[in-house]
């Protein structure tokens, strides 16, 4: 894979059509009744096929499908105070942050939809119009893994883990084909900002970590294992396993110094290399600290030890079997142009 080594520049317009819009809107607080508010108002005027507080996008030619929870624009404090148990450095300085609205997956993505993907399917796909057809056709697809990537915990209705920040991202292109929508990782800030659900608290429940068996699978309760997807209690806007199960992908290259440096207005740090990125949100295999709003985690070298290949693949991570990722598609699509540069910039194509 192609990765560059030195920082790409992108214009503010760029970064703000890929990951939302050029458009201004107008910040608001982030409640419940803000989602509600912010759909009937504005949502269903630019698009009316969706429903009032998200949609379900079906996989064509397929009977996959999954559902998208509208986050409303808003701005949220980023990062946890000084006086949170079991803070890191980096989780700070706590700064204000902006973004546009954004649909964000219910569910972490499932084993049957990644599989439509690396399992390279596509005599179910040659139905689509030839545009989509050819799109699809020059994407590549992941080598097979060099073992069963799901080690055994299941995969009808169990989320998908294993994949590297670069596959997960190839497969959001994949999707973005075939759907003719598009879809990408979150950057660090959406998914805080849409795990907090418009909480201060260390968790989207509160800070009371004796209530965490209610919302998340994590190392005590487990079983050493992940659980189907929705298995636990939802946060306040209706997200699943935002705490705990498969801790997810973000968009952005760590540096535990970012909200010192990062834009206000829909921050993203541009990846240029393979490690670190940043993912989030805790595992089965995590104690409870690691699973709050705020906790942030770099990826290393170390979740592909123990892949025998030279060079070792940068599909699979051997073994980073409790990394997984979620869905995001912008309220207001980027054109055509503006995905093919974010495609190029995010892929080094």
Request: proline share 6%; aromatic share 12%; with cysteine.
């Amino acid at each position: 894979m192609k990765i560059q080594l030195t920082k790409i520049t992108l214009s503010a317009c760029l970064i703000g059509a890929v990951l939302q819009s050029c458009k201004s809107t107008q910040a608001v607080t982030a409640t419940q009744e803000t989602v509600v508010e912010t759909t009937e108002e504005k949502v269903m005027e630019k698009v009316p096929l969706e429903a009032s507080n998200g949609y379900t996008e079906t996989v064509p030619e397929t009977d996959k499908s999954f559902d998208m929870v509208l986050i409303p624009s808003g701005t949220f404090t980023m990062g946890s105070p000084e006086s949170e148990v079991n803070r890191k450095a980096d989780e700070g300085p706590q700064k204000e942050v902006e973004l546009d609205a954004f649909y964000m997956a219910k569910h972490e993505l499932t084993w049957d939809l990644f599989e439509l993907f690396f399992k390279q399917n596509k005599e179910l796909f040659v139905k689509l119009d030839d545009d989509r057809v050819i799109k699809i056709d020059a994407i590549t697809r992941p080598s097979p893994p060099y073992e069963d990537p799901s080690y055994g915990m299941g995969k009808d209705g169990f989320p998908a883990v294993s994949m590297s920040a670069y596959s997960a991202l190839v497969y959001c292109k994949w999707l973005s084909a075939v759907t003719g929508k598009f879809y990408r990782l979150p950057t660090e800030a959406e998914w805080e900002y849409a795990a907090k659900a418009g909480t201060q608290s260390a968790y989207s429940f509160g800070d009371d970590v004796a209530q965490i068996d209610e919302y998340a699978v994590y190392y005590k309760n487990s079983e050493s294992k992940y659980a189907k997807v929705g298995s636990k209690k939802p946060n306040p806007w209706g997200l699943y396993d935002m705490h705990g199960n498969a801790a997810e992908w973000t968009l952005d290259e760590y540096k535990a110094d970012a909200y010192a440096t990062t834009d206000k207005k829909n921050p993203w740090v541009t990846p240029t290399v393979i490690h670190p990125r940043s993912y989030r949100g805790g595992s089965w295999d995590d104690d409870a600290d690691k699973l709050r709003s705020s906790a942030r985690t770099a990826s290393s070298l170390k979740q592909q030890k123990r892949d025998p290949q030279i060079p070792k693949s940068f599909w699979w991570f051997t073994d980073s079997n409790y990394v997984g990722f979620r869905l995001v598609s912008p309220k207001v699509q980027p054109t055509e142009e503006e995905q093919k540069k974010f495609w190029q910039t995010v892929l080094d194509e």
